[in-house]
């Protein structure tokens, strides 16, 4: 069974210091993996994908690498803006993803 | 590009009623719509997939006579839920994948279904 857990469930960080999360996963012939950002109350925001062990992409201050087992979302320097609950999602061989619990990010000014 | 529209984004019903919500791919065509539920702090859980012009899969343990899905277009899907009772209430998210080989799956600003 295609499963993703993420980790830490919850964080708070001071702006400025930048920290990673986690994004651990176990599926059979992996399609994609993605990153969304969500706020409360409303639906999740595209920011990645990446589609195989080794592959990075940027967007702003956030990076996100990808192996065979996890990926990582680093945030470099964050603002309070970045406040958010962060959301990673697998895609095995079907079309349907399988969303992981999130880990909701608190940035202190 | 890649916005998804729901409506509406908030609902008040009584127990017993039905509501439908709709969602529409504003600036491309989307083949595959999908369905989820998230409740307060959890993840989203998808209930159905639809493809356009064809019956709605849906996922385990969701009744599919509960939760009508209708893939009419390839910008417009709706979701009504029937007899709601008030464990149905939930934030309800849709999104859309473009047709070709994109993967990515764009979301729904959502829509909150309180059941009185």
């Known amino acids: 069974e295609d499963q993703v857990t993420q980790s830490p469930e919850a964080l708070r960080l001071q702006e400025g210091e930048s920290s990673s999360l986690n994004c651990s996963y176990t599926v059979s012939g992996l399609r994609g993996l993605f990153w969304y950002r969500q706020d409360p109350g409303k639906g999740p925001e595209f920011l990645f994908t990446l589609y195989s062990a080794g592959e990075e992409k940027e967007k702003e201050r956030l990076k996100a690498t990808l192996t065979k087992k996890e990926s990582f979302l680093h945030i470099t320097a964050p603002k309070p803006e970045d406040s958010a609950t962060y959301l990673c999602?697998?895609?095995?061989?079907?079309?349907?993803?399988?969303f992981g619990p999130g880990t909701r990010l608190s940035v202190l000014p | 590009g890649a916005v998804v529209s729901q409506h509406p984004s908030r609902v008040i019903c009584k127990s017993g009623t039905s509501v439908k919500i709709e969602c529409r791919s504003l600036d491309f065509q989307a083949t595959t719509m999908f369905w989820y539920r998230q409740f307060p702090k959890q993840s989203l859980m998808l209930m159905a997939t639809?493809?356009?012009?064809?019956?709605?899969?849906?996922e385990q343990g969701v009744e599919k006579d509960k939760f009508l899905i209708n893939h009419a277009s390839l910008t417009l899907s709706t979701l009504t839920v029937t007899s709601a009772h008030p464990e149905d209430s939930s934030f309800y998210i849709c999104s859309a994948s473009r047709t070709g080989t994109s993967y990515e799956q764009y979301f729904g600003p959502g829509t909150r279904l309180t059941v009185t």
């Open positions: 999602a697998v895609q095995a061989g079907g079309q349907n993803f399988v």
């Open positions: 639809s493809n356009e012009g064809s019956k709605a899969t849906y």
